[in-house]
């Protein structure tokens, strides 16, 4: 089965650095999100995109995060000064573009990029 | 998007079914109810959905109320790894729309 795959699995940085997670999405798929979850909190809604440009994002995406699709296939997050308040468990998602009646709406997630601040 | 209410927790015997109740009583008509499940902060992984009728899979079983004011979704037979957090989640079926998690039912299956 197909599976949106995720780098690194787990991160330590120092605070103020720049992190930057990877994902790739399905193949097939055109829709692409992160979500970001605190240890024992619940899963957050961060950005969505599609066709090459954001198409929503909540307001914990702030000037200090960034995504990206440099190439057909990855799919980045970069923080670019991280604080301790984003250690966080970060899932990406993706979603295939289908019609209406397709039931074909379905987020498929990664396993997730756990990033320790130190 | 409607919002749902499920109750905190629930246990459940292995090798018995699994009920898992969600209320929204707000849902629109063009609204669908989702079931995604997180075992132990693994990504969350899709179960089943459904508008009005009664769905099934391999995985499980949702029953929707004819009011579609509720919503069971059914685990036949829960084993231990089936212990998860488990989302139920109302959205309209619209290509990039985003899925918004609440804090679901803690389903422990106990041996």
């Known amino acids: 089965e197909p599976e949106v795959t995720q780098t690194p699995s787990h991160q330590v940085t120092q605070m103020g650095q720049e992190v930057i997670l990877r994902c790739v999405p399905i193949?097939?798929?055109?829709?692409f999100y992160w979500y970001r979850q605190i240890l024992g909190q619940k899963v957050e809604f961060l950005v969505s995109?599609?066709?090459?440009?954001?198409?929503?994002k909540s307001e914990i995406f702030d000037d200090q995060f960034s995504v990206e699709r440099p190439d057909g296939s990855n799919f980045t997050l970069k923080i670019r000064s991280t604080k301790l308040e984003d250690s966080a468990m970060y899932f990406c998602?993706?979603?295939?573009?289908?019609?209406?009646?397709?039931?074909?709406?379905?987020?498929?997630f990664g396993a997730g990029s756990r990033l320790t601040v130190l | 998007d409607a919002k749902t209410t499920q109750p905190p927790s629930m246990d459940c015997a292995e090798g018995r079914a699994a009920n898992l109740p969600c209320n929204h009583s707000t849902i629109s008509g063009n609204e669908y109810v989702y079931w995604y499940r997180q075992i132990h902060s693994q990504g969350p992984q899709y179960i089943i959905h459904g508008l009005k009728n009664n769905e099934t899979n391999e995985m499980a079983s949702l029953i929707i109320t004819e009011d579609r004011k509720s919503s069971t979704l059914i685990l036949p037979h829960a084993t231990l790894r089936d212990t998860a957090v488990y989302y139920c989640i109302v959205r309209v079926l619209e290509y990039g729309n985003k899925l918004v998690f609440g804090a679901g039912t803690i389903l422990r299956v106990k041996s």
């Open positions: 193949s097939n798929h055109l829709y």
């Open positions: 995109f599609y066709n090459n440009e954001i198409s929503e």
């Open positions: 998602a993706s979603t295939p573009r289908g019609g209406r009646n397709s039931g074909a709406n379905v987020l498929t």
